[in-house]
């Protein structure tokens, strides 16, 4: 695999980090690009060029406009390169993985992200203490509803579903890996801590982990 | 086609607009039960059975667990009905539509969901204005953001993407339509006015109308 792209994130990003893992997974060469968010880069006129939205992610491959929003990355990435698959064959079971998915990616990282951050403590006075109450309450919520989910389902197996890695997974890593960077604590979640410890013998998310990338805390 | 399926919705659900919409394009017969968000009915041990997240949309096949998560179950009748196809073939085009469903369905649908709304009125003491200027706030950000990337890209034609209906116009659709029966007014977003209106000409969009709904105000 020679192909070559730039990927704009964050260290602490959850959702580059999930791309990120994904593009190592599929074996895609990644040159990554800091854009930081406590600093407002992603408001900046380069940033903005890349992605109008000023959010991150975003995927830049030669000659093409930037592919943008995690969960259309990562779509794209298994059907441009399907080897390893990250979505399962069976209809209901790729309907599950979604669901398992977006249950992070939709419910939950949308709340905690830094334009809500900003709404709350500019325009309802949110202190420091009632930013992070919200954040916890959001992210145990989130993780809960997984770990039910997760638990009482024999489609469970190693992995969020079955012994087949997917994007479930991604999602399941990069709440509970950057909430663990980041000091949230999150308890009771057995079935949790052992797919994303399963998930993290693995390369491709050794190298994806927040505190190795660009711009992270020594 | 004879397939019948339930879906559980709800009358102003963004999430089960789009769902429905999708049915009726595919021509899949459906009975809608009407689970009553203001009520708390998605919190009734009838419902936690079908959907443990306790919330909407759901869809049930016989004899299938309940599939959940609005762009999960459209990724899935996409793939189980594949005419017409609700994502272009190429796929940068794919990516795209995902995006600017994403945008949608991810940034701006969650803030603004029910049990953020108790979090808001309950922990943060937030009153009817302040929660109807957060509304507000999101579902003008998330406007705003997709009429400029609609606007600015030639990509867009008599749909958000080219002349083919996709997952984004559906997105899109949710949230304007919503919006506007619950009396939010949204200025200054023409390509946005263009495509829904385009949209409500075809029956599919007519029928999934949330005035038309079980539980609907008179």
Known sequence: MTDHVTLYGF?????????RVAL???????????INLDAGEQFS??????????????????GQPAL???????EYL?????????????????????????LIASDTHPLIVPRVRNYLTSNAGFDHAAWRSWATHWVTRGAAAMEK????DPATG????GDQLSFADLCLASLI???????????EIPTITRIVARCEQMEAFQRANPLQQPGAPA
């Open 68 to 74: 943008i929003q995690s969960m259309a990355i990562l």
């Open 24 to 34: 190592h997974l599929k074996g895609v060469r990644v040159h990554e690009i800091a």
């Open 45 to 62: 006129p380069q940033f903005l060029a890349v992605n109008p939205e000023g959010a991150l992610p975003a995927l830049l491959e030669s």
């Open 149 to 152: 989910r997760l638990a009482e």
């Open 177 to 187: 890996i950057v909430a663990r960077t980041i000091k949230f604590e999150l308890k």
């Open 158 to 161: 190693v992995f969020c579903h």
């Open 11 to 19: 260290w602490r990003s959850m959702a580059a980090y999930r791309v």
């Open 78 to 102: 298994n059907e441009r390169y399907p080897d390893p698959p990250l979505l399962p064959k069976d209809l209901h079971a790729r309907a599950r993985v979604r669901s398992l998915a977006a």
